[in-house]
């Protein structure tokens, strides 16, 4: 996981928050540092080294190059909307080619 809550609040609070939305954060399987120029970046290091067959961005920016094909872009005024969840389940199925 990737997210500007860290600064703000912590990745304790964002595992709190999928928690009491009846999300399961312990199938996060770890978190970026914010050690680089961009999360695209930080993600980009993230991965190094690791056997992840997919995964998938959602966020209400864009700084993840050179992941845009992984991004959907959620309007952070709405939330996660339904095409939005099956965009992700696209993604993740590496059904990319649907936009």
Do not use: C
């Not at 595992?15 to 996060?28: C, F, K, R, S, V």
């Not at 920016?61 to 952070?76: F, G, K």
Request: proline share 2%; no cysteine; aromatic share 10%.
């Amino acid at each position: 996981m990737s997210s500007t809550w860290r600064y703000s609040y912590g990745y304790f609070a964002l595992d709190t928050i999928l928690y009491l939305l009846g999300a399961m954060p312990e199938i996060l399987i770890g978190q970026t540092k914010g050690d680089r120029a961009t999360r695209g970046r930080e993600i980009e290091h993230w991965l190094k080294g690791k056997h992840i067959e997919s995964f998938v961005v959602l966020d209400d920016e864009t700084d993840i190059a050179p992941y845009m094909d992984n991004l959907v872009r959620v309007d952070s005024k709405v939330g996660l909307t339904k095409y939005d969840a099956e965009r992700a389940i696209k993604i993740l199925n590496g059904d990319i080619n649907d936009t």
